[in-house]
Each structure stands twice: as structure tokens, then as C-alpha cells.
């Protein structure tokens, strides 16, 4: 069983910038940033292999980083110039490879989850 904590949401304006950070009691080779927006499905936002191959939803390219610190097994993602429809809820998730051995967006793949971090972005 994996815990996996978040932390670092907060209010911002609208071209702030947060940091969130999500300490796991243990790592998975797949990691990744979901969120769920209200009234929406949540949806992937940055995942990262342990070999630190990154893939991000086009929403965010440019403006958000994830990285990772395996040693503190923490994973981090980095939300500069936010907007309004970045507002959400963020979750911290492990998981496992898809079928191809890298990993992917679907949310089936990932076996823990954290309970969330709120980030609210003011216009």
C-alpha cells in the first residue's frame, strides 16, 4: 500500500505561480499530476516515469514542470502563469506501466492517489 500525501495548493492570481508537493511512502515507476476541475472529469496533468520520461496535457505545455526526487520519494509539480481554468483540484497518483512498458494518461493504470490539494486561480 502506497500513501501519498499532497501539499502547496493555494489561492493565486491569474500569472502566479505554485508548487506542489507530493511525498509517497513509497515510488512507483509511474507518477503523475491529475486534476478535476468543478463540474468536470478529472483529467491528466503531468506524469513521469522513474527514468524521468515527462509527458504533459497540451493545457499546460509551457507553463507547468513535474519533477521528482526519488531519494525523498517526492514528486513535485511546478504551476507558473496560471489561469483561471487551471483552478482545481490537484491529485498526486502511482501507478504502472501501460501495455507498450512506458506510462500513460489512463487513470486505470494508477493504483494510489492522494487526497488532493485545491488550487484557485483569481482573475
Known amino acids: 500500500q502506497v500513501q501519498l500525501v499532497e501539499s502547496g495548493g493555494g489561492s493565486v492570481q491569474a500569472g502566479g505561480s505554485l508548487r506542489l508537493s507530493c511525498v509517497a511512502s513509497?515510488?512507483?515507476?509511474?507518477m503523475g499530476w491529475f486534476r478535476r476541475a468543478p463540474g468536470k472529469e478529472r483529467e491528466g496533468v503531468a506524469i513521469i516515469s522513474k527514468t524521468s520520461k515527462m509527458y504533459y496535457h497540451d493545457s499546460v505545455k509551457g507553463r507547468f514542470t513535474i519533477s521528482q526526487d526519488i531519494a525523498k520519494n517526492t514528486l513535485y509539480l511546478q504551476l507558473n502563469s496560471l489561469k483561471p481554468e487551471d483552478t482545481a483540484m490537484y491529485y498526486c497518483?502511482?501507478?504502472?506501466?501501460?501495455?507498450?512498458?512506458?506510462?500513460?494518461?489512463?487513470?486505470?493504470?494508477?493504483?494510489?492517489w492522494g487526497q488532493g490539494t485545491q488550487v484557485t486561480v483569481s482573475s
Open positions: 497518483a502511482a501507478g504502472r506501466v501501460g501495455n507498450l512498458g512506458n506510462c500513460v494518461w489512463s487513470q486505470s493504470n494508477y493504483n494510489y
Open positions: 513509497g515510488y512507483s515507476f509511474c
